[in-house]
């Protein structure tokens, strides 16, 4: 297994284990509350953490989702431009995702550092917010990976999208 497989594994590995600790998390905060009284008051902090963990959950699977074609996309113009003129677009497409998507890593890690600066803490869980505000940096940063992949023809992310054609599939 290469490094991309690798990363893929991890990704995913991480993606799993967040949304299924989200999910014993609410089971565990409904739970506490149908048993009432001291319980569920010492479970408030599972709500701000499951909204935490979606934030993670969300960008820490951008990079899954564009290369398995999964991003929403308006293609209906590139499927119908000659085979060479495509090639042409999902370049300028990729290089254009990968530089904007660096720029907003850029911006988010700008946001990290302020907000850790600034020692702002989340109200239940005590937690510095500068770390949630890492989902961001480490999300775009995978999507431009992703997106260089696809640039350099390591990765056909185009022939994985819902609705490509059969040519298109069979390519890869």
């Not at 999910?23 to 709500?47: H, K, M, P, Y």
């Not at 497409?93 to 803490?121: E, K, M, N, P, S």
């Amino acid at each position: 297994m290469g490094p991309l497989g690798l990363l893929r594994r991890a990704e995913r590995f991480f993606v799993v284990t967040v949304f299924l600790s989200m999910v014993a998390l609410f089971a565990l905060n409904v739970l506490g509350r149908e048993i009432g009284g001291e319980v569920a008051s010492r479970l408030t902090w599972i709500e701000e953490a499951v909204r935490l963990l979606n934030i993670f959950l969300v960008f820490g699977a951008l990079g899954l989702a564009l290369e398995r074609g999964r991003h929403v996309g308006i293609d209906t113009l590139r499927r119908r431009l000659p085979p060479r003129a495509q090639r042409l677009a999902e370049k300028i497409i990729d290089a254009l995702g990968c530089l904007t998507t660096l720029y907003l890593a850029w911006l988010a890690l700008g946001l990290t550092r302020f907000v850790l600066q600034t020692g702002q803490r989340s109200p239940t869980l005590d937690v510095p917010m500068g770390w949630i505000y890492a989902a961001p940096v480490a999300g775009f940063c995978l999507l431009s990976l992703r997106y260089a992949l696809s640039f350099f023809s390591v990765i056909d992310r185009f022939s994985q999208a819902p609705g490509a054609s059969d040519a298109e599939k069979g390519a890869s």
